[in-house]
């Protein structure tokens, strides 16, 4: 099969995914308890007008109208407005992106510059005391609950020590970067920097323990393939293997793995946005919550759901790019 | 089924590492305080308590600052621990301990309760998606497929949003028996919860299943059934579903690892209805960061305890019995 | 209740979007020093961090306390309210009660923010948008003006507000609500007015928007046309993070000036700290343990009335709260009009209770109390407590569980006799500062959220609407009161304090309805 066609392929599934997403939403609002009027208006409004804000919203239609009309919508990118603020969701769905964006980034290099060298270290001198350290420090980051990781950096580097904030972003990375570019002035940036360095090693321990271990297992497996132990008998220094030739067949899977774990992540910035009142897509996905708020609830997650379909779809190419006999399957 | 080749295996893993020793060791005392967590509390964990300035105790061996107001100011003062309290109390001045024991009772409840809904679950579905293939298993999987497109956590709240959070109140038989005086007549049990990890697990369980049925469908044994006339369903139920539950014992090890954090975070955010909970407590103990340490810190080093242990016992198995699963796994779940 | 008990900013993070402070803190403050091209000269800038800041620009659109601190120095009130909640001129220079109504007399320099002159039919409109959805909005404000039918713009200086009610009444209503908005200017404009920048705000007030990023924060620049006297600050930042300990930690490093909604945790740490200290002031909102009496066993007064006997409030207040609360006698908070001084808290008497529970028949009784989490100050704690010392009656036991406010709030608007979660705490803030909006709602018949059913009471309540005379009428409120303290509709348990932190050299003193004006800050 052709890359093109995969990708179509891919693609068409996708939007079937999009679509059963969208269609779950809908039917968890529908058997939600409780009236959708109390949550915009105060309770003491009469019934009168409380009828009137049903027949607005569509809420009196049938139940196979309001499908109809909210797909119709979400094809046009209408994602209605929020109960409680009366705002545009799309708006307030896209605002918080950046926010999310930048701490996913963070963790993300966070786990890779702290995980790839220390699983090769590990891989490589196995069942030495570093192996045995790279080990044990990735068994305890894989079964660390991450908000109470976040409190207790917290108490420790903020409370305790004060070097660190308690949370907060004070200042959006991309108004940093212009502050930068346009007035070389740096204190924005470092704000930043100062303000996502914990959580940003909240939400990327999880993901450095689960890739250290992934580059050890990957590096052991490969190292045991003829193509090592030939290349090793014509004389290329061993450090040169490891890195070009080994270190590269083990980012195969890795990066599968990220793929598949991007739900993680994801979960993982809801509770580590709350702990440190970072103000990204999870933070309002709890307020939503609490609040019944059912077009925002859905705005959020049908974009995180859009989001996680066309990177998997992205990881899913650049996995066929590297390993072309998926196309064959 | 587990054969003599699989079971030996498992043994001599076992004896050769010190790990899963370790993890059967901690899981084993945690299931232990859960279970006789009436005997062993050395208070009612929901009794709260009385300081006229709100100070609560410290762990022993610690002490804690506290302020006292003197003639209308606030002076330091050193709060001594109390032998009665031994990891000290909350900012309810309930017993640390003794929460701590009945916290690890919803952890492990909701932990092998909502595996379990997610293997009834995900088994039948992977086993039926694979066993038939074709376009049965085209459509089966698309709606797995939508399932692993929301993250765990999201779907998990959106679910606890509709349903609210509910929860079940089991009799606790020691204090029905009269040898737990004073200690709470039932252990409620988060339900929502429980059914919602459940909900949002179980097409890790399908996507094994599957795969092990598309694996043994075309072997010898099988069509040699199917042409000796079993109906799929006997072929289901006899081969296909034995065959497969190595890898399902496998996954749901670690699930039950996995489920524990994904309980903890909602009880963390507030969602799981019961405050015997160590998601729960670390909440709360968030706001008391400055002068109670160990109000939050306690009951995470319960869950990491659990987790570690129930993890190092999956390697164990994973190693020994060498399934090719992929589960979520949940650090941050 | 989307109403008036959202007043409080929930202690947790977990309840609303947390936001974000505008200065640089730590290393960019440092680095600030050397080279920041924002910093001014001698500008007097405070920063002011709230739990919550606005959700929409709409004046007229809300009824929560902290989004009120925000946009009244935009869209300013009509009358200035004194901290003893008497009203004085201030965009209304006069005002009188004629027989079908009150006549409001309007200041006829009043400009808005786009230059417009703000006329009688401004005024008008405001009132009737609130009230009159087909005119405007669904107002959260609709229930707060709950008796005034009409308004009607007599000349270019003059509206008259028709109502059928006591004058006094009337009179908190009108008087409490009512920011002007430019007709205008809103008939262009989509209802409520949403929006993300500075454009969405047009008032009269003193202070004009020059930056608005949604959940992040409001900045504010005195208005140069502004009719009133000159303002003091010259740059004005209002921000939000939900989390107090954030707050407290925003005040102690500088970034903010002053923070409201301090738990006591977070009370020693400021009192600590150089240049910052807290301040304090009773509020008007209370906590309380609803017991819906269509239900059993709370059917029983004297049901109810052990469950206020087995409570020890007091207890709660210095534990939970750190003391910062004051136990309620009533359903009102002190220094509400109609405020029953003569009664006293129930004080804790387990035998009693016991005895109580015994006579009400109920004896063995099985109950749950819910409550929400972050709510209202350490809500869950208070809940938990009182649970406890309910369940340590020898013939009753009851369990405790927590439940998402959506759910609490359902129960609370679904009828005296709701089965499905009839025990529950809640709050309600009596902002008007008369008995009226924290009687009426819950003890008359067919209320939205009524939790007692009596009929005597209910009709004590209607009653005193009309009573045009304000002492007599005051004297029927605090019979009422006097009344429902013995039916024990609920578990009275405290009205809280808010607790500010505030940078030591501000002239600034807190007020019991919590409303923070920029005019009282020197």
């Known amino acids: 099969m052709a890359f093109g066609k995969f990708l179509l392929k891919r693609s068409l599934q996708g939007i079937l995914v999009v679509w059963g997403v969208v269609t779950v939403l809908f039917g968890l609002r529908a058997i939600t308890p409780g009236d959708p009027v109390n949550l915009i208006v105060d309770p003491a409004v009469d019934l009168e007008t409380r009828e009137r804000i049903r027949q607005e919203l569509g809420l009196d239609e049938p139940i196979y109208v309001q499908y109809g009309d909210y797909l119709g919508d979400l094809l046009v990118g209408d994602l209605g407005y929020s109960y409680q603020s009366s705002r545009p969701v799309a708006t307030m769905v896209i605002e918080r992106v950046p926010a999310t964006l930048e701490l996913a980034i963070a963790a993300t290099i966070v786990a890779l510059v702290i995980a790839i060298p220390l699983g090769v270290i590990s891989g490589t001198r196995r069942n030495e005391p570093a192996d045995y350290g790279a080990t044990s420090f990735s068994l305890v980051g894989i079964s660390t609950p991450n908000f109470w990781l976040g409190i207790m950096l917290i108490l420790l580097l903020a409370v305790e020590f004060n070097i660190f904030p308690t949370g907060r972003r004070p200042v959006a990375f991309h108004d940093a970067l212009w502050t930068f570019l346009t007035t070389f002035y740096v204190g924005d940036l470092l704000t930043w920097l100062h303000h996502i360095a914990l959580p940003a090693v909240t939400l990327g321990t999880y993901f450095t323990a689960l890739i250290t271990r992934l580059t050890r297992s990957g590096m052991l497996d490969e190292y045991g393939k003829p193509y090592v132990t030939a290349t090793e008998a014509k004389g290329i220094p061993e450090t040169l293997i490891r890195y070009k030739h080994v270190l590269r067949n083990t980012m195969i899977p890795i990066i599968t793995v990220l793929g598949l774990q991007l739900g993680t992540l994801i979960g993982g910035a809801v509770v580590t946005e709350t702990v440190f009142s970072w103000p990204g897509l999870g933070l309002r996905l709890i307020t939503a919550i609490n609040n019944l708020d059912w077009p925002l609830i859905q705005g959020i997650i049908v974009f995180v759901g859009i989001s996680y379909v066309i990177i998997n779809i992205g990881v899913d190419a650049i996995y066929a790019t590297l390993n072309p006999r998926v196309l064959d399957e | ?333 | 209740m989307e109403g008036a008990d959202n007043l409080n900013a929930g202690r947790r993070s977990v309840l609303k979007a947390a936001g974000i402070i505008g200065t640089t803190t730590g290393l960019g403050a440092i680095a600030g020093c050397l080279d920041d091209p924002n910093e001014g000269e001698g500008t007097e800038e405070i920063v002011i961090t709230q739990g919550e800041i606005i959700e929409n620009p709409d004046p007229n659109d809300h009824i929560t306390g902290p989004y009120f601190n925000v946009l009244d120095p935009v869209y300013e009130p009509l009358f200035n309210v004194t901290p003893e909640f008497e009203f004085e001129p201030r965009v209304v220079e006069d005002w009188e009660d004629t027989d079908d109504g009150a006549e409001l007399t309007l200041r006829d320099d009043v400009v808005f923010h786009n230059g417009d002159e703000m006329t009688a039919e401004d005024v008008a409109y405001t009132f009737n948008r609130m009230i009159d959805p087909e005119v405007g909005i669904e107002s959260d404000q609709a229930a707060g003006l709950g008796s005034i039918d009409n308004a009607e713009a007599v000349d270019d200086t003059t509206v008259l507000l028709e109502h059928e009610v006591a004058p006094s009444l009337a009179e908190y209503e009108y008087a409490n609500y009512g920011r002007v908005v430019n007709q205008a200017w809103i008939e262009e404009r989509e209802q409520p007015v949403a929006g993300d920048s500075a454009d969405a705000f047009n008032g009269t007030g003193p202070y004009e928007v020059v930056e608005y990023e949604p959940d992040v924060q409001v900045v504010l620049e005195p208005f140069d046309d502004y009719w009133g006297e000159e303002t003091t600050l010259e740059r004005v930042v209002f921000n939000a993070d939900g989390e107090s300990s954030g707050r407290a930690n925003a005040l102690e490093t500088g970034e903010s000036d002053i923070v409201d909604n301090i738990i006591p945790e977070d009370v020693p740490g400021i009192d600590d700290a150089d240049g910052v200290e807290i301040r304090e002031e009773t509020s008007l909102r209370n906590v309380f343990l609803v017991m819906k009496s269509g239900v059993e066993p709370f059917d029983s007064t004297e049901f109810r009335r052990a469950m206020n006997y087995a409570v020890d409030n007091e207890g709660i207040i210095s534990n939970a709260l750190g003391g910062y609360g004051a136990p309620m006698s009533q359903p009102i908070p002190e220094g509400v009009f109609g405020y029953n001084p003569d009664l006293d808290p129930y004080q804790q008497d387990v035998e009693q209770a016991e005895q109580l529970v015994e006579e009400s028949g109920y004896a063995g009784a099985e109950i749950t109390l819910y409550s929400p989490e972050g709510r209202y100050l350490n809500d869950a704690d208070v809940a938990q407590m009182a649970a406890d010392q309910i369940d340590q009656l020898e013939n009753v036991s009851c369990e405790f569980n927590t439940a998402p406010f959506p759910d609490i709030s359902d129960a609370n608007s679904a009828g005296y006799d709701d089965e499905e979660m009839p025990f529950f705490l809640i709050g309600w803030g009596v902002i008007t500062g008369d008995s009226d909006y924290g009687l009426a709602p819950f003890f008359t018949e067919d209320a939205a959220l009524e939790t007692l059913r009596n009929q005597e009471i209910s009709e004590m309540i209607l009653e005193s609407q009309t009573i045009e005379d304000e002492s007599e009428r005051e004297q029927q409120l605090q019979e009422i009161n006097a009344q429902l303290r013995e039916e024990a509709p609920w578990v009275f348990l405290h009205s809280q304090d808010s607790v500010y932190g505030v940078r030591e050299d501000l002239e600034w003193e807190p007020r019991t309805d919590e409303s923070i004006y920029l005019w009282e800050i020197n």
């Open chain 2, 1 to 333: 089924m587990i054969s003599d080749r699989v079971a030996s295996n498992l043994k001599a893993e076992f004896r050769r590492n010190l790990l899963p020793k370790i993890g059967l060791v901690v899981l084993t005392a945690i299931l232990l305080m859960a279970l006789f967590a009436p005997v062993l509390a050395t208070h009612n964990p929901n009794t709260t308590g009385y300081f006229d300035d709100g100070t609560s105790y410290p762990p022993m061996g610690t002490t804690a600052e506290s302020y006292e107001v003197v003639d209308g100011e606030r002076q330091s003062i050193e709060v001594e621990p109390s032998s009665e309290h031994l990891l000290g109390t909350n900012n309810v001045g309930q017993d640390v301990f003794s929460r701590l024991l009945y916290g690890a009772r919803t952890s492990l409840l909701v932990g092998t309760l909502g595996t379990g809904i997610a293997v009834i679950m995900g088994v039948p579905f992977g086993l039926i998606s694979g066993y038939f293939g074709g376009r049965i298993d085209d459509a089966m999987m698309r709606v797995a497929d939508v399932m692993l497109a929301f993250p765990s956590l999201v779907l998990a709240l959106a679910l606890v949003g509709v349903f609210g959070s509910m929860t079940v109140s089991i009799p606790d038989p020691f204090v029905a028996a009269g040898l737990a005086e004073g200690m709470p007549s039932s252990t409620p049990l988060p339900g929502t919860v429980t059914l919602v990890v459940g909900l949002v697990t179980w097409v890790w369980f399908a996507r094994v299943a599957r795969g092990e049925a598309m694996a043994i469908r075309n072997e010898e044994y099988v069509t040699a059934a199917r042409s000796l006339g079993a109906s799929d369903a006997t072929i289901l139920f006899k081969h296909v579903l034995p065959n497969s539950l190595t890898p399902v014992i496998v996954l749901a090890t670690i699930q039950v690892a996995s489920v524990i954090l994904l309980e903890s975070s909602l009880s963390f955010l507030g969602f799981s209805g019961t405050t015997l909970s160590w998601g729960y407590e670390i909440q709360q103990g968030q706001e008391y960061l400055r002068q109670n340490w160990w109000i939050s810190t306690i009951p995470g080093v319960g869950i990491v305890l659990a987790v570690i242990s129930i993890n190092l016992l999956g390697d164990w198995l994973r190693d020994s019995l060498d399934p090719n699963i992929e589960g979520e796994g949940g650090g941050a779940a």
